[in-house]
């Protein structure tokens, strides 16, 4: 075999982790017309278990057994799993239920015979990231048994990014937009002093600090993509076949 | 006419330029009786351009050719240059030429390639080391000295807990203690570092000072058992007596001038590699024991993490380059940083 077979094996598992959260999503919201509400029933386990699954990435990267930098692979993990555990689980009657619309009830989107309305939502969500994680561990997956990628996924991996990634960052702002209210209320996760750990933490501004510094990042983060997208796409179009990526297993 | 004046000027000083002057006063054969041949060292940059080629004298050192670098682009100074021998098969890296040496002692010829590398802008170990200890001198007793601005939304209480008293001057003295030995007792490797690492340094003490502070010193601080805290503190200062003798024993290790590694010896380290780093964790653990605080124990053991990380290091260089083969002695049994666990 071309590479390192429990890898292929957690890239292929991830693959089909993450399609079976985008099929959910794709059949509960437009097969079968239903709402948010309803997703999350039939999602939360496979989202759940795929999402959090990624912190072996992190131990990847730490062994050495993946040429990630480690500190950059634990951040996006760590977000992800704030997004997921500590925003949407954390307050569902909030985030799996509603919405950021996106300039008000007359603007829909016509898909077929349905009428989407134009808003953030869980679905929103989980169409981003979904979708991006299938294609993502695809390539990691052909890659580890390959050793090349043929250039549609290579073209898959580095363009998905330029729609999904704004739409996946809104949605998850938007998911912190409807929790918060709610966090705050219950003073969630928090702890006051007097205590015997003489230790404070208030969750909420914490969230807040954590949105404050998400932003800057993203606009760097997002032409880093571009320009990477760039040279890895043109040198597969000029050389022969893709494979020639910088960017390394995860 | 004298050709090679120069390279026989920049040799060595007074008597070189005496000898070079005589030469040229006297209408005697004008040969100099010094090694003058220099060679050409090509000087390539990481992507293979070469970027100068210098003449050198092979006896000359790597400090020297430096200085000439710098003549060649100012923007690089010494401190900023990194210079290393081609890599060879199996190696990660060349190796990198040390300022004290000369450049015949790494085979040198004419025509060696030089792989250069830009360090980025350096700044001085003492002057990093100053501000990162001078912060949390200046930070951690704010919260102490002026709670009513750094707590307005809280009652400040009459008097502080003995506890908090005892703890902001034991962290004072800590820190005291560091500002004066960077000055008076380290020695240090390197001269320079990056300068990012200041920030990044500052950062890292600067915050856990603050953060550390802002909950021992805290209006509704809850204090532990007096005698116990006390106690713990008591032992502490211990502990920084043996981290200040680990110290000294450490600056007297090499000679002025010496850049070869040697064995620690005495005190602790005749158990223990890095015996500094174990009373300085030991300090910190008894400190957090004193105070009761979790960000005083998150302190402890981020220091202790990064500690033990450049243990091993040491602790494996000092192993691997004291390996008991061809005279050189044997690195003796010892624990690597904190006995029993490691």
Redesign the interface.
């Known amino acids: 075999m071309a590479g390192n077979l429990y890898l292929m094996a957690y890239n292929l598992a991830l693959v089909l982790g993450w399609g079976y959260c985008l099929y959910l999503t794709i059949d509960t919201m437009i097969l079968k017309h239903g709402s948010t509400a309803d997703l999350w029933k039939v999602v939360e386990l496979p989202l759940k278990v795929s999402q959090t699954a990624a912190v072996l990435e992190v131990l990847h990267s730490a062994i050495g057994l993946v040429r990630s930098p480690v500190g950059i692979t634990g951040m996006q993990v760590a977000s992800r799993l704030w997004v997921l555990w500590g925003i949407v689980n954390l307050v569902p009657e909030a985030t799996t239920r509603g919405a950021v619309s996106l300039g008000g009830p007359s603007l829909q989107l016509q898909l077929g015979g349905l009428s989407l309305p134009l808003q953030l939502n869980l679905a929103t969500l989980l169409a981003a990231w979904s979708i991006t994680e299938v294609v993502r561990y695809s390539f990691f997956a052909v890659k580890e048994m390959l050793r090349t990628v043929p250039y549609p996924l290579l073209w898959l991996r580095y363009s998905t990014f330029i729609p999904l990634y704004p739409i996946g960052v809104a949605s998850e702002l938007s998911m912190a937009y409807l929790a918060l209210p709610t966090i705050r209320k219950q003073h969630m996760w928090s702890l006051d ?8 933490f208030d969750y909420t501004i914490a969230c807040y600090i954590i949105i404050a510094t998400y932003l800057p990042g993203l606009p760097q983060l997002y032409f880093y993509m571009l320009s990477q997208r760039k040279k890895v796409l043109q040198g597969a179009a000029g050389g022969a076949g893709a494979g020639a990526e910088s960017k390394k297993s995860r | 006419v004298y050709k090679d004046y120069d390279a026989c000027f920049s040799f060595s000083q007074t008597l070189h330029k005496l000898l070079a002057a005589q030469l040229i006063s006297s209408d005697q054969d004008n040969t100099c009786t010094c090694s003058v041949a220099t060679m050409k060292l090509d000087i390539v940059a990481r992507s293979g351009r070469t970027l100068t080629t210098l003449d050198v004298n092979p006896d000359s050192t790597v400090a020297e050719l430096k200085k000439k670098f710098h003549i060649f682009s100012r923007k690089y100074y010494p401190a900023r240059q990194r210079l290393t021998l081609p890599v060879k098969p199996g190696e990660k890296r060349g190796t990198v030429l040390d300022d004290s040496k000369r450049l015949s002692d790494y085979g040198l010829t004419d025509g060696s390639k030089l792989e250069f590398k830009d360090l980025g802008p350096q700044i001085g170990y003492s002057t990093v080391f100053f501000w990162e200890y001078f912060g949390p001198l200046v930070v951690y007793p704010l919260f102490f000295f002026l709670p009513k601005y750094l707590y307005p939304h809280l009652k400040t209480p009459a008097q502080h807990h003995l506890v908090q008293k005892l703890a902001v001057g034991y962290w004072c003295l800590h820190y005291s203690k560091r500002i004066i030995e960077t000055f008076t007792v380290h020695r240090f490797g390197h001269a320079t570092m990056p300068i990012f690492n200041l920030f990044k340094n500052c950062a890292y003490y600067w915050g856990y000072a603050a953060f550390v502070s802002y909950f021992v010193n805290h209006p509704l601080y809850t204090p532990p058992n007096e005698k116990i805290s006390m106690a713990c503190l008591g032992l502490a200062l211990v502990a920084q007596l043996g981290n200040l003798k680990s110290h000294l024993i450490l600056a007297n290790l090499r000679a002025p001038g010496e850049k070869d590694y040697k064995i620690p010896r005495g005190g602790l380290f005749n158990f223990v590699t890095c015996a500094n780093y174990t009373f300085e964790i030991w300090g910190w653990l008894l400190f957090s024991l004193a105070v009761q605080s979790v960000p005083a124990y998150a302190f402890m053991i981020t220091g202790a993490l990064q500690m033990t990380q450049w243990a091993i290091a040491k602790h494996n260089r000092l192993r691997k380059t004291f390996d008991g083969k061809d005279g050189r002695p044997k690195y003796p049994r010892r624990w690597i940083i904190f006995p029993p666990f490691l």
């Not at chain 1, 002093?193 to 404070?200: D, H, I, K, L, V």
């Open positions: 002093m007097p205590n015997a750990y003489n230790f404070g």
